[in-house]
């Protein structure tokens, strides 16, 4: 398997898919999240929860990373060149990557390479995985808005903690597992459901809900005052070419005055 993906990287069968964040105020896009999508012939779309614990053995994992870097970078700078104004692409990485050497330097020859503004990307750093040594943490995170990329914490409240690196790091973003919107109903799960957004603005940062399949939910979270939001009722991540079109109609039904 770790060959196969291996072979898969550099044949570029590995795909990005785009999946829209959007506003809940105005429906706008405001941005997007980079999913990985294997296609194998006579099998189709692959997702990363199959082949991901995969990767993680075989220290794949950080060459997948960098890949999908590579290839949001190369798709910002193909919408520059074609004159589609882009909207900021959130990329995943995993918590292995902090441990690489150079990582920092890696992120910006990326966005050298492509002539690609550091605020266009967003990096995505999974609760999944615990997060150790802070002075190893504060350095990175700071090294990485010296370049002027910006940070999410991704799955939050539903792995280990996310603490450490929002206490150190200037996060921008902080995307609510969707394990919130299951529990959004009860009232203990509507208190923390309000609280931690309170809490990802009271430093700083965006909330951003992920998972959003119903507009009840939709409702609940713009109720309790998160602004952002990601999910199938927006759509399900899209091949890059269907991602454009949902944009293009996205920003033609807001410059009508359309909402939502
Ligand atoms: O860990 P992370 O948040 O990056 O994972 C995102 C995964 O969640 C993707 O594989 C994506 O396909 C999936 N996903 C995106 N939106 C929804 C949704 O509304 N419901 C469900 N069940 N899964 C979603
Ligand atoms: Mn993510």
């Known amino acids: 398997m770790g060959r196969t993906l291996r072979n898969a990287l550099k044949n570029r069968d590995i795909k990005l898919y785009l999946q829209p964040i959007v506003e809940l105020d105005s429906g706008r896009y405001v941005g997007a999240e980079a999913l990985a999508r294997w296609e194998l012939p006579g099998i189709g779309a692959v997702l990363p929860a199959s082949f991901l614990p995969l990767l993680e053995r075989r220290d794949l994992m950080v060459e997948l990373d960098f890949f999908m870097l590579e290839e949001a970078c190369a798709l910002l700078a193909y919408w ?14 995993s918590r292995a990557q902090f441990d ?5 330097k890696r992120v910006l020859n990326l966005l050298q390479k492509y002539e690609v503004s550091p605020e266009y990307i967003t990096l995505e750093l999974t609760e999944g995985q615990p997060y150790g040594d802070r002075r190893q943490l504060r350095h990175i995170g700071k090294s990485l808005r010296n370049i002027g990329v910006r940070l999410a914490v991704d799955d ?9 690196l929002l206490q150190t790091c200037d996060v921008d973003i902080v995307k609510l597992d969707s394990s919130f919107l299951l529990e959004g109903v009860s009232s203990q799960g ?3 459901l309000e609280h931690v957004i309170v809490l990802a ?4 940062a965006t909330a951003l809900c992920e998972g959003v399949e119903t507009r009840e939910q939709a409702e609940l979270l713009w109720e309790l005052g998160c602004p952002l939001a990601q999910g199938f009722l927006y759509s399900r991540p899209v091949p890059t070419e269907v ?11 807001q410059a009508a005055g359309c909402h939502k």
Request: charged share 20%; with cysteine.
């Open 156 to 164: 939050f409240g539903a792995g280990f903690s996310a603490m450490p």
């Open 80 to 93: 520059r060149r074609v004159g589609i104004e882009p909207v900021p692409i959130c990329v995943n990485q």
């Open 190 to 192: 509507r208190a923390a």
């Open 100 to 104: 690489q050497k150079e990582y920092d």
């Open 243 to 253: 991602f454009g079109g949902l944009l293009a109609e996205n920003r033609s039904r």
């Open 201 to 204: 603005h009271a430093l700083g």
